[in-house]
């Protein structure tokens, strides 16, 4: 079946620090790949998106490369900052679904000052 | 503005009650969603729509029920039958095209007395 698998939180770094949270997929040819950022209390935003191999999604200084070989899609950015702080969750839409989405278990990033 | 409205913010049922978590939309959106997040589990489908009085099961629907009788409104029912019906429930919209983005609500927190 289609699956989602995100590397475990809390992920804490200080602020100006290398972010890598790490997203492997299992589907079935080519689904579109998304990571989505929670703040506290709110509901779910688009970050990026990719929706083919190799594509590159980026956003916000964040950026998440398709990886069909590895059947990856890390989040990385080169400076996170306090307001980067919130829950990151990579998600996909297998192919041929009309917009569902498979979500991982979320990652918990904590940037200190 | 154009958004996903979500009420109340928090919610508490009592046992054997049924209670109803509101979801509108404004975006002119087909497609609408409810999804379940339980800490450290991600989220998980639990009804979808893709059209106006056409709705169906996600992966959790046990204990739930939902209408589409118009096309900005998706309201979920928690049923007696949910015997753990405490989490953060999220309303999403969409085109129902398996790449694109969906807008969340900000959710609703329900909780049992």
């Not at chain 1, 950022?37 to 398709?66: C, H, I, M, R, W």
């Not at chain 1, 989405?101 to 940037?111: C, E, K, P, R, S």
């Not at chain 2, 509101?22 to 450290?40: F, K």
Request: hydrophobic letters at 30%; a neutral charge.
């Amino acid at each position: 079946g289609n699956s989602v698998t995100q590397m475990e939180g809390p992920v804490t770094l200080s602020e100006e620090a290398f972010l890598t949270i790490n997203c492997t997929y299992t589907a079935t040819g080519y689904p579109s790949l998304f990571w989505y950022v929670q703040y506290p209390g709110e509901g779910l935003q688009l970050l990026l998106k990719a929706t083919k191999a190799d594509d590159k999604g980026s956003n916000k200084g964040f950026e998440a490369t398709y990886r069909k070989e590895t059947t990856s899609f890390h989040l990385e950015k080169g400076s996170v900052q306090v307001s980067d702080s919130a829950v990151y969750f990579c998600a996909l839409t297998p192919i041929g679904n009309t917009g569902k989405l498979i979500f991982g278990q979320g990652t918990t990033l904590q940037v200190k000052p | 503005d154009g958004g996903i409205t979500q009420s109340p913010k928090y919610l508490f049922r009592k046992e054997g009650q049924n209670v109803t978590l509101s979801c509108e939309q404004n975006l002119n959106h087909d497609a609408m969603y409810w999804y379940r997040q339980d800490p450290g589990q991600g989220l998980r489908l639990i009804y979808y729509s893709q059209i106006v009085n056409d709705f169906q099961k996600g992966d959790i629907a046990e204990g739930y029920s939902v209408s589409r009788e118009k096309k900005e409104s998706f309201p979920l029912t928690v049923t007696s039958a949910q015997k753990n019906p405490t989490a953060f429930y999220l309303c999403a919209s969409g085109r129902g095209a398996g790449n694109e983005k969906l807008f969340f609500g900000s959710g609703t927190q329900l909780s049992v007395l």
